[in-house]
């Protein structure tokens, strides 16, 4: 039977003025390095502040735990 290990990553918006945003290239950098390291992306979602404003990201990754042989 397979067993997963589970990380979740917050990345936060900033900007007040134009509601929050997310550094696309900083994200995409963190996430190949999550993939080096095994990580698959499963699932995101966005928080709110008020008015549509987004607060953050939050990113859920797992990766397949390997027993030893």
């Given at each position: 039977?397979?067993?997963?290990?589970?990380?979740?990553?917050?990345?936060?918006?900033?900007?007040?003025?134009?509601?929050?945003?997310?550094?696309?290239q900083?994200?995409?950098?963190?996430?190949?390095?999550?993939?080096?390291?095994?990580?698959?992306?499963?699932?995101?979602?966005?928080?709110?502040?008020?008015?549509?404003?987004?607060?953050?990201?939050?990113?859920?990754l797992?990766?397949?735990?390997?027993?030893?042989?």
């Amino acid at each position: 039977m397979k067993k997963f290990e589970y990380q979740i990553l917050e990345v936060e918006a900033t900007g007040f003025w134009s509601g929050g945003k997310i550094d696309s290239q900083e994200l995409t950098t963190r996430l190949n390095e999550l993939g080096e390291e095994g990580w698959e992306l499963t699932s995101s979602f966005a928080t709110n502040k008020y008015e549509g404003q987004s607060r953050a990201a939050i990113l859920i990754l797992k990766r397949e735990l390997v027993e030893p042989v």
